[in-house]
């Protein structure tokens, strides 16, 4: 099956500095998206994203699918960005295989 | 619009007991989905349903099984619990099995077997 990884595992920031995690995937996909979970649990979708770069306030996300890889860039981190941040990828909707996840803690 | 609700919350079950896990998809949406996520680690596919069929089946044993109904929602059920259960069990609702759809999690059911 499709193997997921992501990086890095554990980012600590201050409030204000940017960052970008990356996520390398093992075969070819249609379906990428980034999820952020908060620490209720609650995942939220922030990017569909097979290919290109898309844009959303601090967020943008650009993914070079003959690469293999996603990257996901937080600009002027807010506390409010803590959490666990997880790429799945896939065939469809079906299926989809998430990475392991990067924990992001910001601090004030 | 309501979001992805899902049922129960928390509950707490013995082992090689049953347990069904409720969930209603956004309204619209058709196809519904199932993932495990064990502490410290990604959610892992289960199932996923489209149009009241099993479209999708993750390396989960016999035991896990599932359904959807004519109003889009599902439930999930898991016989014989073990203590390696305990997990947040989260159902993703989306439009259709196809790609360019979004998917939608809900807040999860977190189940704790003892």
């Known amino acids: 099956g499709i193997q997921v990884e992501q990086s890095p595992p554990d980012l600590i920031l201050q409030e204000g500095a940017n960052s970008t995690l990356r996520c390398n995937f093992s075969?070819?996909?249609?379906?990428l998206q980034w999820f952020h979970q908060n620490p209720w649990g609650q995942l939220i979708n922030l990017f569909y994203?097979?290919?290109g770069t898309k844009q959303n306030g601090r967020l943008s996300a650009t993914t070079v699918a003959t690469e293999r890889y996603s990257l996901l860039y937080i600009s002027s981190s807010q506390t409010t960005d803590s959490g666990v941040y997880f790429c799945?990828?896939?065939?469809?909707?079906?299926?989809?295989?998430f990475g392991a996840g990067t924990r992001l803690t910001v601090k004030p | 619009d309501a979001g992805v609700t899902q049922s129960p919350t928390h509950l707490i079950k013995t082992r090689g007991q049953h347990v069904t896990l409720r969930c209603s998809p956004i309204?619209?949406?058709?196809?519904v989905s199932w993932y495990q996520q064990v502490l410290g680690q990604g959610p892992q596919f289960i199932f996923q349903?489209?149009?009241?069929?099993?479209?999708g089946r993750g390396n989960f044993p016999d035991r896990f099984s599932a359904r959807q109904f004519p109003n889009y929602s599902s439930e999930l059920n898991v016989n014989a619990l073990l203590l390696g259960d305990s997990a947040l069990y989260l159902c993703?609702?989306?439009?259709?099995?196809?790609?360019?759809?979004?998917?939608?999690f809900g807040e999860g059911s977190w189940l704790t077997v003892v």
């Open positions: 349903y489209y149009e009241k069929e099993e479209r």
């Open positions: 993703a609702s989306s439009l259709g099995p196809s790609s360019g759809n979004t998917i939608y």
């Open positions: 994203i097979p290919s």
């Open positions: 309204s619209g949406h058709k196809s």
């Open positions: 075969d070819s996909v249609n379906n």
């Open positions: 799945a990828v896939g065939i469809n909707n079906n299926d989809m295989r």
